[in-house]
């Protein structure tokens, strides 16, 4: 019998053959301009389908860290595929995977200066999202043996191939409470910090 994850890997690659055999109605209008060709293409909004198995993949990946990785992790999508802005073919989906038991702050914000921040620590944003990394690089592989991991990133760990339907870019990274979310508390002025070397 085929599992979930078989059963959606061939739901897609079966969706992209029976949609490369049609063409779209855009298609129909610049037959001759390949770049106008690319340009409508990208502005048209991208099948229902397509967004639910590139969430999906992102799902797999997520839940797969979550199972084989250490401590407590978030796991937020970011970029193109959340926005609804991703392009058919072209986009991957960013997947940024939290260390929720460490966060920075930054010190002139009110609950910084108002003393609501009261567990110091000697680990820095370097140290947690290095060892963060090369965790997730394991579990990954572990996890999608048949995909291809690219770490010679360091931003992101790059997945693809394999069981996968979508390539998936894993972002470890952290909080960092700015000054607009420590007046506020609301997530969208919270900031992130990703490794970049």
């Known amino acids: 019998s085929?599992?979930?994850?078989?059963?959606i890997?061939?739901?897609?690659?079966?969706?992209?053959v029976n949609r490369s055999l049609t063409k779209e109605?855009?298609?129909?209008?610049v037959k001759d301009k390949p770049n106008t060709t690319f340009a409508l293409g990208a502005m048209q909004e991208v099948d229902p389908t397509y967004t639910r198995i590139s969430i999906e993949t992102a799902e797999r990946v997520s839940?797969?860290?979550?199972?084989?990785?250490?401590?407590?992790?978030?796991?937020?999508?970011?970029?193109?595929?959340p926005l609804n802005v991703h392009i058919r073919g072209v986009s991957d989906v960013d997947l940024l995977a939290i260390e929720?038991?460490?966060?920075?702050?930054d010190a002139r914000g009110y609950m910084s200066t108002s003393g609501q921040y009261r567990s110091?620590?000697?680990?820095?944003?370097?140290?947690?999202?290095?060892?963060?990394?090369?965790?997730?690089?394991?579990?990954?592989?572990d996890a999608f043996p048949a995909a291809t991991i690219d770490t010679s990133g360091s931003k992101a760990i790059k997945l693809q191939g394999g069981s996968l339907a979508r390539p998936v870019d894993v972002v470890p990274s952290h909080w960092h409470d700015t000054i607009s979310y420590?007046?506020?508390?609301q997530k969208h002025d919270r900031a992130v910090t990703i490794l970049v070397y």
């Open 120 to 141: 110091p620590t000697s680990r820095t944003s370097v140290g947690v999202l290095t060892a963060r990394r090369g965790e997730m690089s394991k579990a990954l592989r």
């Open 63 to 81: 839940n797969q860290l979550s199972k084989r990785t250490s401590g407590n992790l978030e796991f937020e999508l970011q970029g193109s595929v």
């Open 9 to 16: 890997a061939m739901d897609a690659k079966d969706f992209i």
């Open 100 to 105: 929720a038991d460490f966060h920075t702050y």
């Open 25 to 29: 109605a855009w298609e129909h209008r």
């Open 182 to 185: 420590q007046a506020s508390g």
């Open 2 to 7: 085929l599992d979930h994850y078989t059963v």
